[in-house]
């Protein structure tokens, strides 16, 4: 089946610095992603649809300054926090579709738990 | 307003008994999907099932089914003979429009307890 794949599982940084989370879709080739932010005990949010080739299309709220994503092949999507801050701290997850149908459903990475320090 | 409704927060349900995760949507949208999936304190996202606005007969996946009511905007998961893994939060989700490129939204989840 389809497989994402998402580095770093955990990432302690301190304040002011920036963190690089990568997304590989392992098996297949992925021209959209989705990036998700996740805080404890809370849903999933979209943060921001990532296209190969073009500008990432960002959910009102976010700041698209201080998340850079970057989708500069089909199988690799990187989200990058810059200036990271304590209120940064969460769980990051990214997504992308593993079929061709409209019923194929959001394969997601494990996951990358940003601590801010 | 919300997109997709899951009003249990939590859940406690025997071992082997049936369990029912409710979820409510709001689309103006003719084509939309439905998911449900499953998070176990990992943080993994495990999908479950799935079911298309078009599709005329309820979906099943082994021990999990949906129950669509279409009219209601209503997308049930249910769980058969329940076990001590199925402990995790659900998450119900919908993609609103025909493209496969569609954003996904989700539901706020339902925290499952399976007791012994």
């Known amino acids: 089946g389809a497989v994402v794949s998402q580095h770093p599982s955990r990432v302690i940084c301190k304040s002011g610095t920036s963190v690089k989370i990568e997304c590989r879709s392992l098996?297949?080739?992925?021209?959209?992603m989705f990036w998700y932010r996740q805080f404890p005990k809370q849903s999933l949010m979209l943060m921001a649809t990532?296209?190969?080739?073009?500008?990432?299309?960002?959910e009102q709220g976010v700041e698209k300054d201080k998340f850079l994503i970057n989708h500069a092949s089909l199988t690799l999507s990187t989200l990058t926090v810059t200036s990271a801050h304590p209120e940064d701290s969460s769980f990051y997850i990214c997504?992308?579709?593993?079929?061709?149908?409209?019923?194929?459903?959001?394969?997601f990475g494990n996951g990358t738990r940003l601590t801010v320090t | 307003a919300q997109k997709i409704t899951q009003t249990q927060p939590g859940m406690f349900v025997q071992e082997k008994e049936a369990v029912t995760l409710d979820c409510t949507y709001d689309?103006?949208?003719?084509?939309?999907?439905l998911f449900w999936y499953k998070q176990p304190s990992s943080g993994e996202m495990i999908f479950l099932i799935y079911?298309?606005?078009?599709?005329?007969q309820n979906a099943t996946e082994g021990r999990y089914s949906l129950n669509f009511q279409k009219a209601r905007k209503s997308a049930n998961l249910v769980i058969s003979a329940s076990q001590l893994g199925d402990s995790a939060m659900y998450f119900c989700?919908?993609?609103?429009?025909?493209?496969?490129?569609?954003?996904?939204?989700f539901g706020k989840g339902t925290r499952l307890h399976i007791l012994p």
């Open positions: 689309t103006s949208d003719q084509s939309y999907g």
């Open positions: 989700a919908m993609r609103e429009g025909g493209r496969r490129d569609d954003k996904i939204i």
């Open positions: 997504s992308a579709r593993g079929g061709q149908g409209n019923n194929s459903p959001l394969h």
């Open positions: 990532s296209n190969e080739g073009s500008k990432a299309t960002y």
């Open positions: 079911q298309g606005s078009y599709d005329e």
């Open positions: 098996d297949f080739q992925a021209t959209t």
